[in-house]
């Protein structure tokens, strides 16, 4: 395991009374005809606009939305947000179609104590994902003071993430960020024994570091998706047309032979559902895991599984999932999921939910708000889980003990 971080100073810690406040959020959300089709993020974001605003500050917003790769796109536009926002907040948010230059200098001098300005996509710009020097300069430059709530851009080092803070001097944590840490350190330096890591999703190579960084703490490794086929390939078993990673097959090896050492319970499935081919309406039947038909492929766990998924579950005080269980976009072959699902809500253990798919499972399951905590970010929360230093996190100002 990694060293305990330093806690940050935070967005409730700082005087803001008649400051500017640059606040990095995380708007990265969908636009469909030209209006937010999926406002969450813009949600999460809420508390810590609206207790800025309350400690008497202006508020420059600063977000990215999609991959314009340093081109203004019309489509990457954040003024759809803008609408979004104010209409979610009862105020008029002001909008400027620029994160830096004279016109967004002089809407920023405009700003009230309590008015909120939103920036252009910030990704408009090539210096914000090279973390250009004067780009952060010009956008450091708005404001007295700098707060991240985006965790999900956190794993980056770019110029609003990282660059502002740095010009700055100093930043705090957003209170979507300030709960992101707490969750993630819980789970990573202080689990309730017995802890349950639950591992999907499609690749080995996603996840090889946090299941390494877990070994030594888990009590049980769980272990499924595609992922889990590449495992069986290791001890010799047929997996037919399923997915599988040629070049990772001895570090699977690896990882089960380093588990049995440390006396870890490292469980893969025992039966799947299988398809002769990759589609929704495709003939499936349930199998045990040693007995994949050749050409057919593994699309989920089988009913077995869960139940034997459910049962370690339950003994868990802490439980750590990433990552789907199966296809769970195809109904067919999201019953796994989906009753792992119900089986980690149903657990009485701290639960964490990390990772964009995971979190539609427990959305589409219906229990989402029965799990501890569900993390604003997939890539963030993985690095964060496998031992990694955050450059959007480590550059903000550590608390004085």
Request: net charge negative.
């Amino acid at each position: 395991m990694s060293k305990k971080s330093s806690s940050k100073v935070s967005v409730q810690d700082l005087n803001l009374s008649g400051k500017k406040v640059f606040i990095r959020v995380d708007f990265n959300v969908p636009i469909q005809d030209g209006k937010v089709a999926d406002d969450t993020r813009i949600q999460a974001a809420l508390p810590t606009i609206r207790l800025v605003r309350e400690k008497g500050a202006s508020l420059i917003l600063a977000s990215h939305l999609g991959r314009p790769k340093g081109e203004r796109k019309p489509e990457f536009s954040l003024a759809p947000v803008a609408v979004r926002l104010g209409e979610l907040l009862g105020e008029k948010v002001t909008f400027v179609d620029d994160c830096i230059g004279d016109k967004v200098d002089a809407a920023v001098k405009a700003l009230e104590p309590g008015d909120v300005l939103l920036l252009e996509n910030v990704r408009f710009y090539n210096g914000e994902t090279k973390n250009d020097p004067e780009f952060a300069r010009q956008l450091a430059g708005l404001a007295d003071e700098f707060v991240n709530d985006a965790f999900g851009t956190a794993h980056r080092a770019h110029a609003s993430t990282v660059g502002v803070p740095t010009v700055l001097g100093k930043g705090a944590a957003g209170l979507l960020i300030d709960r992101e840490l707490k969750a993630l350190s819980k789970v990573l330096h202080g689990a309730e024994k017995p802890l349950a890591a639950l591992f999907g999703g499609a690749k080995v190579s996603d996840k090889i570091q946090v299941i390494e960084n877990y070994l030594p703490s888990a009590d049980t490794i769980l272990l499924g998706g595609g992922m889990a086929f590449t495992f069986f390939k290791a001890q010799g078993k047929e997996i037919g047309n399923s997915l599988l990673e040629e070049d990772k097959l001895d570090t699977a090896r690896e990882l089960l032979a380093r588990a049995k050492q440390l006396g870890v319970d490292f469980v893969l499935p025992v039966d799947v559902v299988v398809a002769p081919e990759f589609k929704a309406d495709a003939e499936s039947r349930i199998v045990s895991s040693d007995e994949i038909p050749a050409g057919w492929m593994g699309l989920d766990i089988g009913p077995k599984t869960v139940e034997l998924f459910r049962k370690k579950l339950a003994e868990a005080k802490t439980v750590i999932w990433n990552g789907p269980l199966g296809v769970f976009e195809m109904d067919q072959f999201a019953k796994g999921t989906l009753g792992i699902a119900e089986a980690v809500a149903a657990s009485s253990a701290f639960s964490l939910i990390g990772g964009g798919d995971s979190v539609s499972a427990v959305k589409k399951a219906g229990v989402a708000d029965q799990v501890s905590h569900i993390s604003t970010g997939g890539g963030a929360s993985l690095e964060f889980l496998a031992g990694k230093e955050l450059p959007g996190i480590a550059i903000l100002t550590d608390k004085e003990n």
